[in-house]
Structures are given as C-alpha cells and as structure tokens.
C-alpha cells in the first residue's frame, strides 16, 4: 500500500524535526504477526499493516469453512479467499429482521413505526408523512412506490434547476490540484481544460442576455458562485449543469485560479448544494434533491 508508505516517510520527517511519537508509534507498536518484528523501513511497515489487517484469513483462531489456506506466504501466492459456498434459500424464512420475519414488499415493520409514533404524538400516519415531505396516502405508503424528488426554492424565483454532476476524471475529489486533470477536463463533454464553465442551453441564455465566455453569477437558496457561462446545446432549456470538483481557493496552487491571493478557480457546487435528510431515517440526501438557481450577469 502506498499510501502507508507514506505515512512512514511522514513520519520520518517529523522526526527529523523533533516530532518522533508517530514514528515512535509506527516503529515500535506495530509488529509482524508471524515473527514480532517491527518494522525498519517504509516496506516493511506496509507489509506488517497489510499482514495484522488480513490475519484473521489467513491465521485464523478458528479453521474457516471456505478455501484452506497455509500462512501468510500462501495467502500472498493466491491473492484471494474465498468463503464457503452460499447454500441457496439459506436465509430465507424467518430470518429477516423486520415484523413478519419475512422480506416485506408490503411493509408491515415500516406501519407499525409509523403507527406507534403517530399515537405517541396523537395524529395521523398520514400527518407523519406530509410534515416528512411525502406525498403517499393511506396504504400506499407502506408499498413501493414513486416520490418526486425535492426542489429547493420556487420557479418563480429560482427558474433554472441546477444539475451536479460528477467529472469522470475525479477521485475523491482530489484531483483538482493535479495538471492532469486540468489539462484533460475537456474530456468531460462541454467542459473546458484549466477552467470551470456552467452550461446553459441558448435558448435560456438569449432571453438572459448572456453570450459565450460571459461571467455569471448563480444563485440557490443556500448561495452564490460566480463562473463563466458556456452555451451549450447538450443541456435542455430550463436546466444549467456544471461539474462538481472545481472552485477551490486554498487547496493548492494547481486547484486554485491564484493559491496566493485565495482566488478560486471558477465555483464551488457546495455552496449552491443543499444540505438536506430524509426525514423518517436521518439518513443525509445527498442527491435526494435538487436546487433551483437564478443567473445573472455578473
């Protein structure tokens, strides 16, 4: 793993700078499961990590019941395990950690919440569910079925719906301050290299006054970016895109337009991006939702 190498050398140079817990840490807590040797070098360290993070496979306290393996070399030359062969219907019936024991279609576990909560709270499932932003009624809750997704702002005010969508050069969103990803960012059709551009189809930017390179300001009900607009037919009217993964200002000197003066090279979608949940499970609704955005010209 390279990237535990790196922290070995981290922690290498911290040291050499008065700073030796880490590498204190690193050197003499770690130690090989098979010999109890710590770690002398970058290699070494990746290899023990690897070896006390696979151990239970490969040395397990208990024989496994899928493929048999004989140490650590063994696992190495195989490169894989595999667990025992699933035996069909083996968790069917009984099993399922819902109010019938069954997989539900029908879900009798999801009413029974619901129900207990709304004569805790003395009202309605049918409440519960408008105030948590849903449309379904009666038995229809309890069935799959379809929601519309959640506009943030009115189309009055916020006409164009604003689209986020990922560059198929990103990964993990560190790959703005990489040359690379800046060069090839065409590669993403309609996008630019070493810029960052909303898309608008013609149409919408003839009844904006708004021309090719022209800079704008865009507006949600959580923010504003300010980015240089990019007619383009492959975004239909009434919708505006832009790549997620630009606009930083203090990631480095590659990401940023001016790393010394904090200038952001074009926007952040964060900041037009609402910060929302879905209401019966807290669980976040990162793309759950959409944004409607206003243009203007900068």
Same mark, same amino acid.
Do not use: C, M
């Given at each position: 793993m390279d990237e535990t190498e790196i922290y070995w050398h981290l922690a290498e140079k911290l040291k050499a700078k008065g700073f030796d817990n880490l590498y204190n840490y690193y050197s003499k807590e770690f130690k090989d499961p098979e010999t109890g040797k710590t770690p002398a070098n970058a290699e070494e360290f990746a290899e023990i990590a690897v070896k006390i993070m696979t151990k239970p496979v490969w040395s397990p306290k208990e024989p496994l019941k899928g493929d048999k393996l004989e140490g650590w070399e063994d696992f190495k030359k195989k490169g894989i395990y595999n667990s025992e062969p699933y035996k069909f219907k083996a968790h069917w019936g009984g099993k399922f950690g819902t109010a019938t024991?069954?997989?539900?279609? @029908?879900? #009798?576990?999801? &009413?029974?919440?619901? *129900?207990?909560?709304?004569?805790?709270?003395?009202?309605? +499932?049918?409440?519960?569910?408008?105030?948590?932003?849903?449309?379904?009624?009666?038995?229809?809750?309890?069935?799959?079925?379809?929601?519309?997704?959640?506009?943030?702002?009115?189309?009055?005010?916020?006409?164009?719906?604003?689209?986020?969508?990922?560059?198929?050069?990103?990964?993990?969103?560190?790959?703005?301050?990489?040359?690379? @990803?800046? #060069?090839?960012? &065409?590669?993403?059709? *309609?996008?630019?290299?070493?810029?960052?551009?909303?898309? +608008?189809?013609?149409?919408?930017?003839?009844?904006?006054?708004?021309?090719?390179?022209?800079?704008?300001?865009v507006s949600s009900p959580t923010g504003i970016i300010v980015v240089k607009a990019k007619l383009w037919e492959g975004v239909r009217p009434g919708i505006v895109t832009k790549c997620y993964g630009q606009g930083h200002w203090a990631y480095g000197r590659v990401a940023a337009k001016d790393y010394a003066r904090s200038t952001p090279r074009g926007g952040n979608n964060n900041e037009l991006l609402p910060d929302d949940y879905e209401r019966l499970t807290g669980s976040t609704a990162r793309n759950g939702g959409y944004a409607g955005v206003k243009i203007e010209k900068a």
């Open positions: 024991k069954k997989f539900e279609f @029908y879900s #009798e576990t999801l &009413k029974k919440a619901l *129900g207990s909560h709304a004569e805790k709270h003395k009202t309605t +499932i049918d409440d519960i569910l408008q105030t948590s932003g849903y449309l379904a009624k009666g038995e229809q809750a309890f069935i799959p079925h379809y929601e519309p997704p959640k506009r943030w702002g009115s189309d009055q005010e916020y006409p164009y719906t604003f689209i986020d969508y990922k560059s198929r050069l990103n990964r993990e969103g560190r790959s703005a301050n990489a040359t690379w @990803y800046q #060069e090839f960012k &065409k590669v993403d059709v *309609g996008d630019e290299s070493w810029d960052d551009v909303l898309k +608008i189809n013609p149409a919408d930017a003839a009844k904006l006054g708004i021309q090719n390179g022209d800079t704008v300001k």
